[in-house]
């Protein structure tokens, strides 16, 4: 396996290029201005781009984004999807649907890891600084997330002090919005947390 994460220091977001043995390869959540590095870090190992996936995107902030993300050659996975696998190396990358952080989030998962965007960063996007929809946020991750095995690793799509990978077990354990609380406490909190931040112009998908 070859694994690489890039990270923006400024705003905190990450991308993710992964590659199995058949040097098959996806990107997670790339950004269009790391293109050259991309198409550089490819051709290095002469790996083929099968997907480019994407957790969720701002592109009502970003129009130009999804048109030259275009330039990486592969089919683009995101927003509200039909497919539930899509095949990579010899084996298949499963995709989660996990609305909350905006209305049509993605998770994938493949092997022992999920590539689960801004699911879990609950205030650290620097395009929206709170879910568009908690109710929606807060089932995903109690059902789709924390019901995976413990040493489940998870990588985000943004984080305030570039940490990009923990567990399950730790964020089922210690996470400051979903351990602990009642549904009703989390949206509770969410209300709250609306109520002092400054709503983004609108929310995309």
């Known amino acids: 396996m070859y694994f690489r994460i890039l990270n923006d220091s400024d705003s905190g977001e990450f991308s993710y290029l992964l590659a199995d043995h058949t040097q098959d390869a996806v990107l997670i959540d790339p950004r269009a201005r790391d293109i050259p590095v991309l198409l550089a870090l490819l051709a290095e190992r002469d790996l083929r781009l099968r997907w480019v996936l994407r957790t969720h995107q701002h592109d009502a902030l970003h129009p130009h984004e999804p048109g ?96 990009a990978v923990s567990t399950v077990l730790e964020q089922r354990r210690w996470h400051p919005y979903f351990s602990g609380l009642t549904r009703d406490e989390f949206l509770a909190q969410m209300d709250a947390l609306s109520q002092r931040s400054v709503p983004p112009p609108f929310f995309e998908e």
């Open 68 to 163: 030259l993300l275009t330039k990486l050659g592969a089919p683009l996975v995101q927003g509200e999807v039909a497919q539930t696998s899509l095949p990579f190396g010899e084996g298949m990358i499963r995709v989660l649907a996990t609305p909350g952080h905006t209305r049509g989030c993605l998770s994938f998962a493949w092997r022992d890891r999920v590539f689960c965007g801004g699911l879990l960063a609950v205030t650290t996007c620097p395009h929206q600084s709170y879910p568009h929809a908690p109710q929606d946020l807060w089932d995903s991750v109690m059902q789709k997330v924390f019901t995976l095995a413990d040493e489940t690793l998870l990588f985000a799509g943004h984080e305030q002090h570039a940490r």
